[in-house]
């Protein structure tokens, strides 16, 4: 072989060499191009907050037999507050009797559910808003706080964990958990605990209180809570 042969087979090996190199480059280049790609195509993966803690109000505050509206844990989500004059299961403050829970009717997601008050203030006279309630609903259950939904006459006892007394409801009430400091005397909402509520986004009727969280995923979360009277 001559030495101008010689030189020319140096040439090309250098030039497969630094070929190859930049072909391996390329390909790692490729690679992280398509990393990139997928990552910013893969939705990111939300984690479902705590439930916030809030102070709603001050038991001194809370009339007996009133019912008082306030949305928890987003604004999307409509509440009942009663302090209901009956020692009850969930109830907490002195008398264990102050109770709340989420509006949202469990058979068909109305919102527009209505608080009869025992009979001792059952006056649509008095209270205007027992109009709109069919006389036969109000001579049901008369000594009892209820929560009546017009859509389609379903009655919820507010005394017993929201359970169902009739109509076509699936099952209970979603319940609002509420704490009560005996110091201040101040109330504070802490959670909701199953059965979830009939909103979008959860199983209906669960009894799972990690997937009842997931009401809250990519939503914006209340940090303060204003009870309204309703009259
Ligand atoms: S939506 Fe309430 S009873 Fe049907």
Known sequence: MSHESKGEDKVSKERRTTLKFITSLSFVMGLGSVA??????TPPVLEIPEWPRIKIANINNIKPLTWYLFTYPTSEIPCI????????????GPDKDIVAYVMICQHARYYGTIYIPPREKRDPAKLTYLKTVPPNVLELYPDKNLLYCPAHAAIYDLEDGGSVLSGPPFCSLCKVVLEYDDTTRDIYVVGLAPPAPAVPGVTLCSKDAEELK???LGKKLLSEVTLEEKI
Not at 36 to 41: C, R, T, Y
């Open 36 to 41: 990139s790609l997928l990552k910013s195509v």
């Open 81 to 92: 507050l009663v302090k209901t004059g009956k020692s009850t299961p969930y109830g907490i």
């Open 214 to 216: 997931r009401i809250m």
